[in-house]
C-alpha cells in the first residue's frame, strides 16, 4: 500500500500559562497521504466543530503538508492540563499530546 504515514513536522504548544477567559490558538503540522483524520482531545473529551468556544481549522500549506489549529475562544478551569490532537489514516496513527495551563485572577495554577 502506497502513501505516507502522518508525521508531525512541527508540535503543538502552548507558551506559558493562561488566564481565564483568555483566547489561544495551537497549531501543528502533519505530513501525510492521504490526509488524515483529525481528533482534538482536551482532558478527556474529543472537541467537536459544533462546539462554539472552539474553533477548528486546516491550511494545505505543501505536498501532503498540511497546518492543523484549534483556538480555544474563551479559555476555562475545564481547559487546564493534558490535551493531544491526533491524526490517522490507512496506514498509521499518531498522536501529539501537549498540555494547557491555566491560572486564576490570584495568578496560581489550578491543580489537576
Given at each position: 500500500m502506497s502513501g505516507i504515514e502522518p508525521k508531525f513536522i512541527s508540535r503543538p504548544k502552548v507558551a506559558g500559562s493562561l488566564k481565564i477567559g483568555d483566547s489561544?490558538?495551537?497549531?501543528?503540522e502533519i505530513r501525510a497521504d492521504p490526509?488524515?483524520?483529525i481528533a482534538w482531545k482536551i482532558g478527556n473529551s474529543e472537541i467537536k466543530k459544533s462546539d462554539s468556544n472552539y474553533k477548528i481549522?486546516?491550511?494545505e500549506k505543501d505536498d501532503f503538508v498540511t497546518e492543523y489549529s484549534i483556538t480555544i475562544k474563551s479559555i476555562a478551569?475545564?481547559?487546564n492540563g493534558k490535551a493531544q490532537i491526533a491524526a490517522k489514516n490507512?496506514?498509521?496513527e499518531v498522536t501529539c499530546p501537549f498540555s494547557i495551563i491555566v491560572e486564576d485572577n490570584a495568578g496560581n495554577?489550578?491543580?489537576n
Open positions: 489561544v490558538t495551537v497549531q501543528c490526509p488524515p483524520d481549522e486546516s491550511l478551569k475545564k481547559d490507512i496506514l498509521a495554577n489550578f491543580e
